[in-house]
């Protein structure tokens, strides 16, 4: 077991901020780590982009939903240990929840927002409705 002590110190630090992308939200008493993932708000002409990291998370693990004025994202995944090995340190949560809901307000048609889901990266776009969209006036 002593030789695996220099090893464990190696991968603390190569490791040591490895969820610096993440905002956390602290363990529940089932091992459940609870997490606010990090995100990017981009704006074009017509619409708005939202692109949020979720390392791990199959798109069957994904829930988005819109409620009223807010868009809810929420996911999780399950630590799984590989058929053969067992566990000789145990830091990682059993499972990772993941939570974060933005307000959409009047600007977003929020019946034509579409999301992708791609290694781990999750890109919502939200069109912008009509009345949020510059416009010219014409004068007479």
């Known amino acids: 077991m002593t030789t695996l002590m220099p090893m464990t110190r190696m991968l603390d630090a190569a490791f040591k901020g490895a ?11 089932d091992h459940t780590h609870n997490l ?5 708000v ?9 692109v949020l990291d979720l390392p791990g998370v199959k798109s069957s693990d994904l829930e988005i939903n819109v409620e009223k004025q807010a868009l809810i994202v ?8 590989p058929e053969g090995f067992d566990v000789r340190r ?16 009047n600007a977003v048609d929020g019946e ?14 939200l069109p912008k409705s ?6 010219r006036i014409e004068v007479k």
Not at 22 to 29: K, L, M, V
Not at 36 to 40: I, K, Q, S, V, Y
């Open 90 to 105: 145990h830091e990682r949560a059993d499972k990772a929840q993941y939570s974060r809901t933005f307000n959409l307000g």
């Open 19 to 29: 969820l610096d992308n993440c905002q956390t939200n602290g363990y529940s008493n």
């Open 130 to 135: 009509e009345a949020s969209k510059p416009r």
């Open 112 to 125: 034509n927002i579409s999301a992708k889901l791609d290694d781990g990266v999750l890109q919502i776009t």
């Open 74 to 81: 929420k996911a999780s995944k399950e630590a799984a240990v």
């Open 42 to 50: 981009l704006e074009s002409e017509t619409e708005f982009r939202l």
């Open 36 to 40: 606010t993932p990090r995100a990017d």
